[in-house]
Structures are given as C-alpha cells and as structure tokens.
C-alpha cells in the first residue's frame, strides 16, 4: 500500500460537515506541512482553534463566510467547478487565533498549515490578487495561480498555489525537487498535492524518487485524491482526454521556493 497516496476519507465532523482529507504531522511523516479538505453545506459551520500553526484557507468551490476576532469576510468564493479556471479567494489567519467558516452554499474549503510562533495580521486574499502565470512549452504547459507565493510576505512558512495541466501534457516537469536546505541553490520545501480531473473519471500519473531511489513510487491519481512529497522529485503526466487540476501546500524551514531540476532529464529546456 502507498504511504504517499491518500484517498477521499469522508467522514462526518459535524453537522453539515465532512472531512474529507485529513494530512498531519500524526498520519504522516511531514513536519511543516498540514492539509485538510472539508466538505460544508449551505447554512453549516466549520470552527477550529489554531495552535502554533497558521492557515491558509481557500474557497475551492462555492461560497462562504469567514469570521476571525473583528474580521469577516462575506461571500468568498469565485467559483462551482475548479475547471472555471478563474482565481478563488482565501483568508490567512495566523497561529493561536480560531476562525469560523460559514457555507453560505454547499462549499469545499481547503485548509493548508504550516507550524507558526509568529502571530501575523489576518488577511483577506482576493481572487483578483492571485498571480496568474503561463509556464512551459511543448507538451509542458501549465497555468499557475499564485495564491500565497514566496513573493507574498503575508505568512510565515506557507506558500499555496493552484495549477491546470492541459490534455496529453506534463506538470512539474521536468522533474524537480526542493529537498535540500542547500540555499540559494535549493530549498528544504516538504509538499501535498491535492488532484482533480475533468471529466472528473479520469486519472493521471505521479511519480516520486530521489536520486538513490531510497524513495521511488509512481502512483495512479483519481480525482480528490492527495499526493505527499516529503522528499524527491515529482512529476505530473496527464493522459489524453482528460485536464488535471491541482492545489500545492509546500512549507519548510524558510519560505522560500528554490528548486534543483533533475540533471537526467533537465536538457528538455534546452529545445528550441
């Protein structure tokens, strides 16, 4: 059985709320990396009190409400289906402050944590300043929406980024990694990959190894399913037919993303 690949788990937590995945530091080996999924229909509530962590929360689907202290938020959420390929918006709350999160319609809200002792400023993060780039070329082309970057002082060791891979083209790729605090070469940066397909029956491939191959998994991919990085390089391949969409936590001793290309195959970027 995988260690890296999880699987919706579609729990009840309350009234009106599943939990849908669950990553931490007890069920996983990642250190500065937490995710979780949550599943909230129109009228319910999610409430959780931070520790020494914070949170990123992202409006993946539907609409919400978010309180925290003296802030609320109205109304986030740009989107029904991640395959509107538009930006969402997201709420930062730093670590020992609780936050509530209303669904005003049936919502799927992603929470991404990182371990934090420094209480920043919550802050609201509008759809409109996400970052929206186009990298690749040939059958390696992505869009990228930029939700918390390393360019983006507002957290303290959480960055979080939303990617599309077209049809019959590849994503984090060529193979790179960020499993050496080697800067300014490398960055130590831990990662979960959270996956949907459109149609949603569809599937892609990822792999993960380092260069000894101590840690070598290549893993079929179902829609709502999470990948773990602890370590390595991981590619994305997505067959054709079908677009992938995934969502990127990465978190690590600095907040800064560095990243070391596979030697093997770095020479596709070379191509004319």
């Known amino acids: 059985?995988?260690?890296?690949?999880?699987?919706?788990?579609?729990?009840?937590?309350?009234?009106?709320?599943?939990?849908?995945?669950?990553?931490?530091?007890?069920?996983?080996d990642l250190k500065y990396v937490g995710f979780k999924v949550v599943d909230v229909k129109k009228g319910?509530?999610?409430?959780?009190?931070?520790?020494?962590?914070?949170c990123c929360i992202v409006a993946l689907t539907g609409k919400i409400n978010v309180t925290e202290g003296d802030h609320h938020f109205s109304d986030l959420g740009r989107r029904d289906n991640?395959?509107?390929?538009?930006?969402?918006?997201?709420?930062?709350?730093?670590?020992?402050?609780?936050?509530?999160?209303?669904?005003?319609?049936?919502?799927?809200?992603?929470?991404?944590?990182?371990?934090?002792?420094?209480?920043?400023?919550?802050?609201?993060?509008?759809a409109e300043d996400n970052g929206v780039e186009h990298r690749g070329k040939y059958s390696n082309k992505r869009m990228v929406h930029n939700i918390l970057p390393d360019s983006d002082p507002s957290a303290n060791s959480l960055l979080v980024v939303e990617v599309y891979t077209e049809t019959g083209n590849w994503s984090s790729y060529p193979p790179h990694k960020h499993d050496q605090e080697n800067l300014p070469d490398e960055s130590f940066l831990e990662e979960t990959y959270y996956h949907e397909m459109d149609p949603p029956q569809g599937f892609v491939f990822q792999r993960v190894y380092t260069d000894d191959r101590s840690l070598d998994e290549t893993m079929t991919v179902e829609n709502g399913n999470v990948v773990l990085v602890p370590a390595g390089y991981h590619p994305v391949g997505v067959p054709d037919g079908y677009s992938s969409y995934y969502l990127n936590v990465m978190a690590g001793p600095e907040r800064i993303?560095?990243?070391?290309?596979?030697?093997?195959?770095?020479?596709?970027?070379?191509r004319d």
Not at 46 to 52: D, F, I, M, S
Request: aromatic content about 10%.
């Open 1 to 28: 059985m995988s260690k890296l690949l999880r699987k919706p788990l579609q729990e009840t937590i309350d009234d009106g709320v599943t939990l849908v995945h669950e990553v931490s530091g007890q069920n996983s």
């Open 44 to 54: 319910a509530k999610y409430e959780q009190t931070l520790e020494k962590e914070e």
């Open 82 to 126: 991640v395959f509107e390929k538009k930006p969402t918006d997201s709420v930062y709350v730093s670590n020992d402050r609780t936050f509530e999160v209303e669904a005003v319609t049936d919502a799927r809200v992603v929470l991404c944590y990182s371990p934090s002792e420094k209480q920043l400023p919550t802050k609201f993060i509008k």
């Open 257 to 270: 993303w560095k990243f070391h290309n596979d030697p093997d195959h770095a020479w596709v970027l070379d």
